[in-house]
């Protein structure tokens, strides 16, 4: 079915109806009336000319803005709603109709977003989007990530002309994994670059090559200036002249599908996206973090679990997965939101921390996907679980409390800036009546992934 406005529809198979419906067809905006076509079951696709173009399912609307853009929406009664985007790059909404509050998520090529009994989410998250997220507030008394007056927390750029250690240069590429992760070995010492297996790489800044590694579990390891890339099949050695974006360095190694990228400076190994200093570029993140709900124990400890989506995706052999927050915090309030004691911080990712960290930073049961999953499947989700409090950040004073609730606020960062919080009321008496496990305990499952 083509209308006048250029619009395509097309009916797979099932059971559908055209109408016209009131939809907030962008988030901040008024309702406005549109053309819809009301899928009852089965799958139907749409083909955007101008304008928007809506596809509704009886547990969700899909909304496309942008001209060119085409997706694939499939209703299953008792399994939900999937949308698959094509075309362009870029997002299409899926709004959750039944939400409390209306929850809405981009889905970009690539990816295929769900809404069933689990909630509304994209296939690559470890959990849906939920109610309880919200952007930060000025009465939240943030900081920001990088203010920890550590040296090259922010600024320190090396010399050296911004771009990718892969081609094309000057255009941005997907991560798959950032500093500080789960590593069998400890915690992850740079960021991971999706790309594919014997695709050439090249430094960012020009200076000479020490060869760190030749062979072995990670492959080829070389350092040039500030920098030390990882995974490759060599094609310099030691002591050459190398200049940036002009010698490849080497190919990446087969079935890795990623080049790791470490940046070094006083004897601290950085975060290489970090705000004045960052020589990866272009490069920028729109989705903030998602945050779990918060367990509170008795010990005043507490449990959640957090990750960041990208908002730049890319399917090379497997989808881009989501990274961990930069940094996760947490503030506690009365029931007159007045702040009792500081902001707490349980993880802040301006630099690599010690590895005999893990236990203290992470709970039992974060798990990070691990290489063979990346070599085998399209999908890989990691779960971030995190020490909130009684890690790197104190227990809740919770003896110190007297009768009445309180608030505890959860706030995770990204690399770009965004900041996501989320608001768990409690009581003294509706806390878990057991302690957190012992992080000296903590058995971390984490598969192998170099």
Request: glycine share 10%; charged share 20%.
């Amino acid at each position: 079915m083509r209308f006048p406005d250029g619009n395509r529809y097309v009916m797979h198979r099932g059971q559908a109806a055209l109408g016209c419906a009131a939809l907030v067809l962008s988030s901040g905006r008024p309702a406005r009336r549109t053309l819809v076509l009301d899928v009852h079951s089965g799958s139907a696709s749409v083909a955007v000319a101008s304008g928007a173009a809506a596809i509704e399912t009886p547990n969700g609307v899909a909304i496309a803005h942008h001209r060119g853009a085409r997706y694939r929406i499939r209703y299953t009664h008792g399994r939900g709603t999937s949308l698959a985007p094509r075309g362009p790059l870029v997002a299409t909404e899926l709004v959750d109709v039944h939400s409390q509050r209306e929850l809405r998520i981009h889905v970009r090529p690539s990816q295929v977003g769900l809404i069933d009994r689990h909630g509304l989410r994209l296939d690559t998250w470890p959990f849906a989007l939920t109610p309880g997220q919200r952007s930060a507030r000025p009465g939240d008394g943030l900081v920001p990530l990088e203010a920890d007056g550590a040296p090259c927390s922010t600024g320190c750029r090396a010399a050296a002309r911004p771009g990718w250690p892969l081609r094309p240069f000057h255009k941005q590429h997907p991560l798959r994994s950032g500093l500080n992760e789960v590593r069998p070995s400890g915690l992850h010492i740079g960021f991971d670059i999706q790309a594919r297996d014997h695709q050439l790489v090249y430094p960012l800044q020009t200076g000479t090559a020490r060869i760190i590694k030749t062979r072995g579990p990670d492959a080829g390891v070389v350092q040039v200036g500030q920098f030390v890339y990882w995974h490759l099949d060599l094609r310099i050695g030691g002591g050459e002249r190398v200049h940036a974006y002009r010698t490849p360095l080497g190919r990446i190694h087969a079935g890795f599908g990623h080049v790791h990228l470490s940046e070094t400076a006083g004897g601290n190994l950085l975060n290489v996206l970090r705000r004045g200093g960052r020589t990866l570029s272009p490069w920028s993140d729109t989705e903030a973090p998602l945050i779990g709900r918060p367990r509170i124990y008795r010990d005043g400890k507490v449990t959640v679990d957090a990750f960041d989506p990208q908002s730049f995706v890319e399917k090379i052999k497997y989808d881009t997965p989501v990274l961990a927050p930069a940094a996760l915090a947490y503030r506690l309030f009365d029931a007159r939101n007045h702040r009792i004691g500081g902001l707490r911080w349980a993880v802040r990712s301006t630099r690599h921390l010690a590895d005999r960290l893990q236990r203290v930073i992470f709970a039992p049961g974060a798990t990070n996907p691990g290489f063979s999953c990346f070599a085998l499947n399209r999908i890989c989700k990691p779960r971030w679980r995190y020490r909130l409090a009684g890690g790197l950040a104190p227990p809740l004073p919770l003896a110190s409390l007297g009768p009445g609730r309180y608030r505890l606020v959860v706030y995770a960062y990204d690399y770009a800036g965004n900041v996501t919080a989320r608001d768990a009321w409690f009581s003294r008496s509706g806390v878990i009546r057991r302690d957190a496990p012992s992080a000296t305990t903590a058995n971390l499952h984490a598969k192998p992934d170099p």
